[in-house]
């Protein structure tokens, strides 16, 4: 009998580290302060207004502020004293002149009026009466309308304080008679060192980066935090380890992780491949570890572009592994990584078989061209002669120029006097708008000439010929918009008349090859981030 007294007594950490007084509140300062000082000025609103997600302090902000208001021994910076008479009512929720509402259950004009019925009466201890309303946004639009009139015309010693998760779904004209406070969802390094200050008063050993991971799961809910920490130490005891925590949330492993990000740098298809099947023997989700492996590659892009950890928010142990895998990849690399993954995650919402789209995005990722070889081959195409062991084709816009027909006096008058400076505008464009083109004009790989109202483009390459197809619509009007007047691009093939390099160099060759290869692998043309119909019912 005694032991099951002492279990029916047991209070979970959510509710046994509830906040008493506004210092106490996490990670809400900038509502705290206000609202001692009102309180401690005496200027009291009719009525206020808590917006926030849900477990950041809404509810236990009222409360506080409720005994604020009835306390009979307050302190001089508006702090309740939690010991006088009113202060214990509140606390043991047995005070009559505290009334807390849920919206959801509470939501017709009947209980609207009731409340505006007994707000005429005034308060039986203290010196306001309070009504805490909570999820407000549920009431109906009657309800609302309702409670418009006691909100333009209250009682002296009447409160409200309205709390909701959706202040969209509240109509402006009960907005506009509250004072409007908004919660912000707590940062993970506060929910870490609160979680550890209340596991040492609690007797339980937390790991930091256990700590770490509770924080980073509840999405800046404190209470969510506290809950999980309960049902951690009913899990592992006393002694809360980070392995523990992967094997009671089942979260993705970073080990896991790692190898993946290992093999898409190693592009071993086969790795990946069998990586997915691990992932389906141990039960992972496959949306899940999408999303884990999308923040894996932002704190390798985060490192990559930064060169600090300090906007990675991972167990310290795990820094020095993530700068030594960032090396292995550009910053080109990882954001074409993170974008072929988000283009799997939407095509794995509709698909039937979402492993097969989580495979097939993955072995994309894996073949996917790295963007420093594309570099290095442009740099290739743009280097001097000498470097490639002959002559490269000088095959330029400026000796097209001089081949191109003049314009007769006759077209003269009907030709803008913008079309003469089109070539030229042209070489600025590409160096504006694509490296890749620019390289190649510069090198003589690709020429242009003018006839008229008429830019031919001549390609020396087939890979060329594949970007230019690309590209023309872009390059087109930002023609239009420099020279003030539309032309007509057109890709052609150089004239045999025309001076033509002699055999290419094997390297040429090879360099050719090996962008048309690139390119093909930057089209990507298995995944869609935008199914043009559901292959399922919702």
Known sequence: MPQQQEQSAFVGLARKWRPKTFSELVGQEHITVTLRNAVRMGRIHTAYLFCGPRGVGKTTTARILARALNCTQLHPDGEPCNECQNCQEILAGRSVDVVEIDGASNNSVEDVRRIRESAKFPPASGRYRLYIIDEVHMLSVSAFNALLKILEEPPAHVVFVFATTEPQKLPATVVSRCQRFDFRRIPTERIVQHLVAVARQEGVELQEAAAS?????????????????????????????????????????????????????????????????????????????????????????????????????????????????????????????????????????????????????????????????????????????????????????????????????????????????????????????????????????????????????????PFLMELLKERIPVLAARLRERVGMSFVLRIESPSAAEPQAEASSPLLEQIEQRLTGLLSAQRLPLISSAPRQRSRPE
């Open 213 to 461: 991971v509770l924080a980073r799961k509840v999405d800046g809910s404190l209470r969510d935090a506290l809950s999980l920490l309960d049902q951690a130490i009913a899990f592992s005891g006393t002694h809360v380890t980070l392995e523990a925590l992967v094997q009671m949330l089942h979260l993705v492993d970073a080990e896991l992780l790692f190898r993946t990000t290992q093999a898409l740098a190693q592009r071993d298809v086969a790795a990946v491949l069998k990586l997915v099947w691990e992932l389906a023997q141990r039960g992972y989700d496959g949306f899940e570890f999408v999303e884990a492996l999308q923040e894996h590659l932002r704190n390798l892009l985060t490192i990559r572009t930064t060169g600090s950890a300090q906007l990675l928010d991972v167990p310290a142990e795990l820094v020095e592994r993530y700068r030594s895998q960032a090396e292995h990849f550009s910053v080109a690399d990882l954001l074409n990584l993170l974008t072929l993954l988000h283009s799997t995650q939407q095509a794995m919402r509709y698909s039937s078989q979402p492993r097969i789209r989580l495979e097939l995005g993955l072995v994309q990722m894996a073949l996917l061209e790295r963007a420093v070889e594309f570099g290095e081959l442009l740099r290739l195409l743009k280097s001097d002669s000498g470097r490639l062991g002959e002559p490269l084709p000088q095959y330029s816009a400026a000796r097209m120029q001089h081949s191109a027909p003049r314009p007769s006096p006759a077209a003269s008058p009907s030709q803008p006097a913008q079309a003469q400076p089109a070539a030229q505008s042209w070489e600025s464009i590409l160096g504006e708008e694509d490296p890749a083109l620019q390289a190649a004009f510069a090198s003589g790989a690709l020429s242009v000439r003018q006839e008229g109202t008429s830019l031919i483009l001549l390609p020396l390459q």
